[in-house]
């Protein structure tokens, strides 16, 4: 069993630059990789980014290319996402997500089976 904790969020500006984290307990970090998903009111949960644990590669959904970095503390047990120049449209509920399959590519959310709550980000125009 894998608990995810996510903090981090809150209430910024376009432009602004915020950091979540997800601490894991229960087992280290997935080999398979770590995801961050988000959910707007009324739309879908989405894909954002996400890690290929030992492979060393990084998934990113277009929208968050170039403006997102997915990033691991192992020592913490921890990780990152960081979020730079954010957009009213990245208002949202971010979501961390602990693969366990390596069958289902990661932008996928059923490869997914462990999930935190989630932590609430508002970017105001």
């Known amino acids: 069993q894998v608990q995810l904790v996510e903090s981090g969020g809150g209430l910024v500006q376009a432009g602004d630059s915020l950091r979540l984290s997800c601490a894991a307990s229960?087992?280290?970090?997935?080999?398979?990789?770590m995801g961050w998903f988000r959910q707007a009111p009324g739309k879908d949960r989405e894909f954002v980014v996400a890690d290929s644990g030992s492979l060393g590669i990084t998934y990113y959904a277009d929208s968050v290319k170039g403006r997102f970095t997915i990033s691991r503390d192992i020592a913490k047990n921890t990780v990152y996402l960081q979020m730079n120049s954010l957009k009213p449209e990245d208002t949202a509920v971010y979501y961390c997500a602990y693969r366990t399959t390596n069958s289902v590519t990661p932008r996928y959310s059923s490869g997914y089976r462990y999930w935190g709550q989630g932590t609430q980000v508002t970017v105001s125009s």
């Open positions: 229960g087992r280290p970090l997935s080999s398979y990789g």
